[in-house]
């Protein structure tokens, strides 16, 4: 089963996966990573490649973004992902619970909520992947993360970013290459250990290490820090463990912010060497109720697939300010099932609302809708069955004629129903090109090729995702005619070249109804998924 899978910084990657197992997947992630031409009909990546390499190693900030620019071109060209809508975020909280805040990468920071006990009882999600924060790679795993450990900074309740860990703001180099961190004094870990510089050292080159298969651990090159000759990162720890310092190899504009991205929070070494000391399961640490915790709340129980609990960490350097005394999450995909015990008061906080109820609660004082960047898409497998005997340029027509059929303005309102933004682009709209500006825009250095009118303002893309009817049919037919297809008078597909497809997604309700909505469209034609 898919989860939404954290956003990263535009300026770090922008790189997609032609995955094995599909011919459609629906995918709530904007990155993930690259496989080479396997087969005769998928897209050559080398160029892709190039210019993401490229992007890693440019620190001209305008270039960069131009560089960025092309290759959202190239993979759009590719027609290997069908960008559906731009995110919003929803939830719903009992009225008489505040302070809990988010941020636009959907954290939810709960640890200074006032609730009428000091105890919420909420559901973010179903069984978590991973607590180790270095192989998460979900958001409802990142939102249980902060309750359990702490970066360098964080996210406060503005958005902005403040230090954490850090004792104050980090010094940085004239020319942006080398930052260093005062290190709060007398922090422990749960246990008890001392928590200092020296863990942040081997956290982050635990990270970096292959061995540890961190899905985000490209992020320690993207970030431009430099390798030693060992192949560890060039950082290090004073003698006293009160001053971290990490070296990079070209500035790197975005470098703070992913020191309070997850996978860049300390843990300790002691714990997970001690559970681990073969390296062949590096998150054995964290498996179990009472794995160390650095953050405001420590894991106290673990039912899997039922529950957990969380309760206030006393070794939190900031304990004092901690508001919530305990929080008791129910473990749960089941929309309904969660929708059922927010009503009979079972639950204070649910992060999802079946797909058939939002129309009942979008006016209630207690359903909030908040900004999100990400993009929700369907990924092709291009090296699957379905494109064998055709050519790229072919096999590209034939993903292009799905993405014309799909009407996004009926998916958004009639499954969305809370205002999401059609997707003509890949990159999601108001995600910041790294200049103080936002990426998806029409500036002096670029144009995107079709602009739109949505809720009165202008959207920008690579088409117009609030297109629908008969031209879209036409168009579509045309498409598959240059992939070999052969079509009726009625445009409907000849029995004699039928497509067929298979599209895998998750259980949740507004999944469903999107896969839904896409079999109708793409029936259209004739074509059975």
């Known amino acids: 089963m898919m989860k939404k899978v954290l956003s990263v910084l535009l300026a770090g990657a922008m790189v997609i996966s032609a995955f094995g197992m599909s011919t459609m997947a629906a995918e709530t992630e904007t990155e993930a990573e690259v496989s080479g031409k396997s087969s005769e009909a998928a897209p050559d990546w080398e160029d892709y490649d190039a210019k993401i ?119 940085v180099s004239e020319d942006g290459l080398t930052y260093t961190f005062k290190i709060r ?68 504009a975005y470098f703070l912010d992913l020191c309070a991205f997850p996978a860049f929070f300390p843990v300790p070494e002691q714990a997970v060497t001690e559970a681990d000391p073969n390296g062949e ?31 206030k960490n006393p070794n939190y350097w900031n304990a004092e ?26 639950l204070q906080f649910i992060d999802t609302v079946p797909n058939d109820e939002i129309a009942n609660v979008i006016e209630n004082d207690d359903f909030f809708i908040i900004p999100n960047l990400g993009t929700y898409y369907v990924a092709f497998n ?67 090729p079709v602009t739109w009118d949505f809720n009165g303002e202008e959207a920008v893309g690579y088409f117009d995702p609030t297109a629908t009817g008969a031209g879209n049919i036409e168009q579509a037919v045309e498409l598959l005619k240059e992939a070999g297809y052969e079509f009726d008078d009625n445009n409907m597909l000849s029995a004699d070249t039928p497509i067929t497809v298979e599209y895998l997604t998750n259980d949740g309700t507004g999944h469903i109804a999107i896969a839904q909505s896409i079999q109708q469209d793409l029936a259209a034609v004739g074509i059975t998924m």
């Not at 422990?188 to 292959?210: C, F, H, I, K, Q």
């Not at 998150?283 to 609990?309: D, I, R, Y």
């Not at 064998?388 to 499954?415: C, H, W």
């Not at 999401?420 to 144009?447: C, K, R």
Request: charge should be negative.
């Open 321 to 346: 300010n901690v508001t919530l005394d305990s929080i008791n999450f129910m473990l749960s995909a089941d929309d309904t099932a969660i929708y059922n015990a927010y009503n009979d008061g079972s």
């Open 281 to 311: 399961n590096p998150g054995a640490w964290a498996l179990e109720s009472g794995f160390v915790t650095s953050g405001p709340m420590t894991c106290t129980s673990w039912k899997h697939n039922e529950s957990m609990t969380y309760e």
């Open 53 to 171: 390499n490229a992007i890693y190693q440019e620190t001209d900030l305008a270039k960069r973004e131009a560089l960025m620019h092309e290759a959202e071109d190239e993979l759009m060209a590719t027609n290997a992902v069908i960008p559906i809508y731009f995110y919003n975020d929803i939830y719903m909280m009992n009225t008489d619970c505040t302070g809990m805040y988010a941020n636009l990468f959907g954290y939810k920071y709960f640890a200074y909520m006032s609730t009428p006990d000091n105890t919420l009882n909420a559901n973010l999600a179903s069984e978590p992947d991973h607590l180790d924060p270095a192989l998460n790679s979900s958001v409802d795993g990142a939102c249980l993360a902060i309750l359990a450990f702490s970066g360098l900074y964080a996210y406060d309740e503005n958005g902005g970013l403040v230090p954490e860990l850090a004792a104050e703001e980090a010094e």
């Open 382 to 448: 291009v090296n699957s069955p379905l494109f064998e005997g055709k050519t790229p340029e072919q096999a590209a027509a034939m993903r292009e004629a799905f993405s014309v059929l799909i009407d996004r303005q009926y998916i958004v309102d009639t499954v969305g129903q809370t205002g999401q933004q059609p997707a003509g682009t890949f990159i999601p709209a108001g995600m910041a090109d790294g200049q103080g500006g936002v990426f998806a825009v029409n500036d002096d250095d670029y144009t995107y």
């Open 185 to 252: 004094e007398g922090m422990t870990w749960s246990d008890g250990e001392v928590l200092d510089a020296e863990d942040v050292v081997y956290s982050w080159n635990r990270l970096a290490n292959p061995d540890t298969a961190a899905d985000y651990g490209y992020l320690c090159d993207s970030m431009n820090l430099e390798r030693n000759d060992d192949g560890t990162l060039a950082i290090e720890a004073s003698d006293d463990g009160l001053t971290f310092t990490a070296h990079l190899s070209k500035p790197c």
